[in-house]
C-alpha cells in the first residue's frame, strides 16, 4: 500500500527567510540526546559525514534519566569507552528494595546475578554522559557539532526528506542529507513536521522531583516506599538522594495550592526518616514536576527521515530505562544504515527494518510499565495493596525483573 504525503503549503512573502550557507552531509541528526550523540560517534567512526544539530547551547541541564543499565553499558564496552566513561563520577546501584511504610519488604529485585561485566545501574549525570561522547565524536574530522540550532523546516523533494533548515548564529541554514534523524526528544518537532503521531497511552500518575542530602546510615542503592496512599521512590546519587514523589496524574496544581507545609508534610508521613531534611524544601525552584507520558508511533519513518528515541517512543520514568532504549535505538540504526550511507543508497525499506527491529522490545518494555503503573502504583495511590506477580516469589524467577530492566528483549550489539 502506498502512503501519500501532501507536499508542504508555500511560504508567504513574509515567511519567506534568506539561506546564509548550504551544507551537504550524509546524515544530519536533530537532537543531541542518548540517541543522537552515540548514533553520531557510531557514524562518525565509520567516515560517514555527520552533522549532530542541537537547539540548546550546551547539553548542562537538569535532566532526570540519569540511569545506564547494563544493557547501555555492555554498548559502552563494545565501542571501547566503558573503562573510561566509569572514571567520571558516577554511583552504581546493585539493587531495588521497595518497603511498606511499616518497613516490611515487598520487592526486592537485585542485578548480582545478571551474566554481564556490569551487574549494576550506573547513575551519572546525563551532561556527563553526553560531553563524554560528544568528545569522542569530535575526534573525527566527519562530525559536526552545531549549538543553538533551532530546526523549523523540512527540506523536502517530491515527497522525499532531504535535510532541514534550522536558526542560528547568523540567521537561516540549511543543511542537505541522504536521510535525517529526529532523535529530538517527546516534545519532536521533526515528528511534528513530518506528521507523525504519536497515540498517547494513559498513565496514572505524575511525578514531583527534588533532592536531599544522603547521609551516613542511610543505606545504598535505589529503594521505594508504599504507603499511607503514598508512594516515593529514592535513587542513591552519594552525596544526595533524588527523591521522586509520586502524585495522581493531573494533581501537581492541587499540590501547588496546598502548600510546601503541606508537600513536607506528606513527604514525611512516608519518609519519615527525612522529617529534618525535608525542612530543606523552602522554596517551588527546588522542585521539578514530571508529567508521565507514554506514548509511541505508529511509523516512524518517512522516506529520508528516520525517529529514534522518546520522537518515536515516549517512555514512562518506571524502571528508567528510557536512556537505555534510546541508545539501542542508535545503535539499531547504526548497524542498518551505514552500509547504505557509504554507498549513497539509503531507501526507505532500510529505515523501515530499524522500526521492525526496534518495535517489538519497545512496546514490551512500555507494556511492563503500563502493567507496573496500573497494577502497583495505580493500587498504592489509592491505598490499596500493591498487587506484585505472585510468580515473583518463586526463587528461580526472581531474577526476571532485573533481567527485563536491565536488557529488555533482544538488545542490539555493536556491528560497526
Known amino acids: 500500500m502506498s502512503v501519500h504525503f501532501s507536499s508542504p503549503q508555500p511560504e508567504s512573502t513574509s515567511q519567506t527567510h534568506e539561506i546564509v550557507d548550504v551544507q551537504e552531509v550524509d546524515c544530519c541528526i536533530v537532537g543531541g540526546g542518548p540517541a543522537g550523540t552515540v548514533l553520531s560517534l557510531l557514524l562518525a567512526r565509520q567516515g560517514i559525514r555527520v ?240 508529567s508521565v507520558e507514554s506514548s509511541f508511533v505508529d511509523r516512524w519513518y518517512r522516506p529520508g527521515l528516520l525517529l529514534l528515541g522518546d520522537a518515536a517512543h515516549v517512555m514512562s520514568p518506571v524502571g528508567g530505562v528510557g536512556i537505555n532504549y534510546a541508545i539501542q535505538d542508535a545503535v539499531a540504526t547504526a548497524n542498518y544504515l551505514s552500509q547504505p550511507l557509504k554507498q549513497g543508497q539509503v531507501q526507505t525499506r532500510h529505515l523501515a527494518t530499524v522500526q521492525r527491529q526496534r518495535q517489538l522490545p519497545t512496546q514490551f518494555i512500555q507494556f511492563v510499565q503500563s502493567s507496573v503503573q496500573q497494577n502497583i502504583i495505580k493500587n498504592a495511590l489509592n491505598s490499596q495493596p500493591p498487587q506484585f506477580p505472585a510468580f515473583l516469589k518463586l526463587p528461580l524467577l526472581q531474577d526476571i525483573p532485573a533481567r527485563v530492566i536491565g536488557f529488555g528483549l533482544f538488545p542490539p550489539h555493536v556491528q560497526v
Not at 569522542?136 to 522525499?160: C, H, M, R, T, W
Not at 521533526?190 to 543505606?219: C, N, Q, Y
Not at 535513587?235 to 494533581?251: F, H, M, S, T
Not at 529534618?276 to 522542585?287: A, F
Open 51 to 290: 552533522m549532530l544539530l542541537e537547539a540548546h547551547r550546551d547539553f548542562d541541564r537538569d535532566f532526570r534519566g540519569d540511569t545506564l543499565q547494563p544493557s547501555a553499558m555492555e554498548i559502552m564496552a563494545e565501542m571501547g569507552l566503558a573503562d573510561r566513561l566509569l572514571e567520571l563520577p558516577h554511583t552504581k546501584l546493585r539493587s531495588i528494595t521497595v518497603r511498606a511504610s511499616d518497613g516490611r519488604v515487598l520487592f526486592s529485585p537485585t542485578f548480582a546475578h545478571l551474566k554481564t561485566r556490569f551487574p549494576y545501574v550506573t547513575v551519572m549525570p546525563q551532561v556527563r554522559f553526553l560531553d563524554f561522547i560528544v568528545a569522542e565524536a569530535k575526534q573525527y574530522p566527519n562530525f559536526q557539532l552545531v549549538l543553538s540550532a533551532n530546526v523549523q523546516k523540512l527540506v523536502e523533494e517530491d515527497g522525499i526528506v532531504r535535510g532541514v533548515r534550522y536558526r542560528g548564529q547568523g540567521g537561516w541554514h540549511e543543511v542537505r542529507a541522504q536521510v535525517t534523524i529526529g532523535a529530538d526528544g517527546r516534545h519532536s518537532r521533526l515528528r511534528e513536521l513530518a506528521r507523525l503521531k504519536a497515540v498517547p497511552t494513559s498513565a496514572p500518575m505524575d511525578v514531583v522531583w527534588f533532592r536531599l542530602p544522603h547521609i551516613p546510615g542511610d543505606g545504598e542503592g535505589l529503594n521505594g516506599r508504599i504507603g499511607q496512599g503514598r508512594m516515593a521512590i529514592l535513587l542513591d546519587r552519594g552525596e544526595q538522594w533524588q527523591i521522586a514523589y509520586v502524585i495522581p496524574k493531573g494533581g501537581y496544581q492541587q499540590v501547588r495550592a496546598a502548600g510546601l507545609e503541606v508537600l513536607r508534610q506528606n513527604i514525611t508521613e512516608i519518609l519519615p526518616e527525612f522529617k529534618e531534611r525535608v525542612q530543606q524544601l523552602q522554596d517551588w525552584q527546588q522542585v521539578a514536576f514530571l
